[in-house]
């Protein structure tokens, strides 16, 4: 039982560049997320999906887009990368029940930067 | 930003020592959880409490939860340098997916 992978772990592009971010769980969770990560702040959502072919925008969801394809995968894609998106990206799944198992289980991380 | 703020930013104390951090939230929440993440790795899920509950405990730490005032604190006991890491508060705000937005983290340092 992996939890939660990501792949790559590392990335450098340079702008313009396009390139895509594979999250994998093998825990049957019906929710995945995309989170970004930079100094000294907090995580904040990119996109996230409620299951298996659907979608939503979080609060960061410019200059990136996502697909569902199948229950186990998130991808997070960046068309044009841009030096602003130079950050480090977790992705996270969950349970669709709610109480106690709101717990998120993050992936650990794929550090990008853009020059 | 709907960010919670945590506070202090960064916290440096000696082994065996107490850390407190603390959080505060603008929205209604249904519960407020504690992450922790090490250095360069994915966060990890340490302790939930609901928005019904006033304290909980979990081994060495203690979480507390005052909805009046919108806060949280974190409290880890009897620190070990194994403790080292950032923590983080996150909480449910509206939406369907029942969103997680996270606080700015404290960076805790326990010394040998």
């Known amino acids: 039982n992996a939890g939660v992978t990501q792949t790559p772990k590392f990335r450098v592009l340079k702008t313009g560049q396009s390139m895509t971010l594979l999250c994998a769980q093998d825990?049957?969770?019906?929710?995945m997320y995309w989170y970004r990560q930079d100094p000294g702040m907090g995580l904040r959502l990119i996109h996230y999906?409620?299951?298996?072919?659907?979608?939503a925008k979080g609060e960061v969801p410019d200059g990136y887009n996502v697909s569902r394809l199948k229950k186990q995968n998130f991808l997070l894609g960046l068309e044009s990368a841009a030096p602003s998106q130079t950050s480090v990206y977790f992705c996270?799944?969950?349970?669709?029940?709610?109480?106690?198992?709101?717990?998120?289980?993050f992936g650990p991380g794929t550090r990008l930067t853009v020059l | 930003s709907q960010q919670g703020e945590e506070d202090p930013q960064a916290l440096s104390i000696q082994e065996g020592e107490n850390a407190t951090m603390n959080c505060s939230y603008k929205?209604?929440?249904?519960?407020l959880q504690w992450y922790r993440q090490n250095s360069g790795r994915g966060l990890v899920h340490l302790i939930l409490?609901?928005?019904?509950?006033r304290e909980k405990h979990s081994g060495r730490l203690r979480v507390t939860l005052d909805t009046s005032k919108k806060s949280s604190s974190l409290l880890i006991t009897a620190s070990r340098a194994a403790d080292t890491a950032s923590y983080f508060c996150?909480?449910?705000?509206?939406?369907?997916?029942?969103?997680?937005?996270f606080g700015s983290g404290t960076q805790l340092t326990v010394l040998p």
């Open positions: 929205t209604s929440i249904n519960n």
């Open positions: 996150a909480y449910i705000s509206s939406g369907s997916a029942r969103q997680l937005t």
């Open positions: 999906s409620v299951g298996e072919g659907t979608t």
């Open positions: 409490i609901r928005s019904n509950e």
């Open positions: 825990m049957n969770h019906e929710y």
């Open positions: 996270a799944s969950r349970n669709k029940a709610g109480g106690p198992t709101d717990t998120q289980y």
